[in-house]
């Protein structure tokens, strides 16, 4: 069955950076695009950014400069990569995997667990 | 800030039936495939309706989804008391360049 597993949580300073790791499983990892998505406490979901098969990325606008997402193909392996961090950036991330190609068609079907990310001085 | 707006809640009675509107523009809903997902209190969101009107495996066929123009909706008939949840509706939008979602429909069973 599809799992996809993150990262434990993490408590973070004002300035430093994060890497959220999601370990996929169930299926062939090489084939499917990952997102990452995020939720402040409270609020709704925010769209980070994307890495496709290739390893190739699109990064939401907001994020763009602060976000790196990478993967490791020898371990099943994406992570989420988010410097500069500040309080506004404390929330609940997730990695999710989208079985379309096409950016007008894109869904996300499968869920990690998510990963607290607390930035506190 | 959300481009596709929900109404914060909805409500109704056990058998019920509850729809949500998702209002949006040409660059998303107008353009793409629309998406709903049910997350339930602490858990991680789950794929509710892909592709404006489909069901994934296991989801209740009291469950549907429709879209019209810029708009879309989820319509959730027989209403049971586990389906208190928070309900997001999501695009593409072409404009952004993003995946956008909405600013969520909190249902609550009376």
């Known amino acids: 069955q599809v799992q996809l597993v993150q990262s434990g949580a993490e408590v973070k300073k004002p300035g430093a950076s994060v890497k959220v790791s999601c370990k996929a499983s169930g299926y062939t990892f090489t084939t499917y695009y990952m997102h990452w998505v995020r939720q402040a406490p409270g609020q709704g979901l925010e769209w980070m950014g994307i890495i496709n098969p290739s390893g190739s990325t699109t990064y939401a606008q907001k994020f763009q400069g602060r976000v790196t997402m990478t993967r490791d193909t020898s371990t099943n392996t994406v992570y989420m990569d988010l410097s500069s961090l500040t309080s506004e950036d404390t929330a609940v991330y997730y990695c999710a995997r989208d079985p379309t190609s096409s950016s007008g068609r894109t869904y996300f079907d499968y869920w990690g667990q998510g990963t607290l990310v607390t930035v506190s001085s | 800030q959300s481009v596709l707006t929900q109404p914060p809640s909805a409500s109704g009675t056990p058998g019920q039936r509850v729809t949500i509107s998702c209002s949006g523009s040409?660059?998303?809903?107008?353009?793409?495939?629309v998406n709903w997902y049910q997350q339930l209190p602490g858990t991680a969101p789950k794929l509710l309706i892909y592709?404006?009107?489909q069901r994934p495996s296991g989801v209740p066929d009291r469950f549907s989804g429709s879209k019209s123009g810029t708009s879309a909706s989820l319509a959730i008939s027989g209403l049971q008391s586990e389906d208190e949840a928070d309900y997001y509706c999501?695009?593409?939008?072409?404009?952004?360049?993003?995946?956008?979602f909405g600013t969520g429909t909190k249902v609550t069973v009376l």
């Open positions: 592709t404006n009107n």
């Open positions: 040409s660059s998303n809903i107008g353009s793409n495939t």
């Open positions: 999501a695009a593409w939008d072409d404009s952004l360049n993003d995946y956008v």
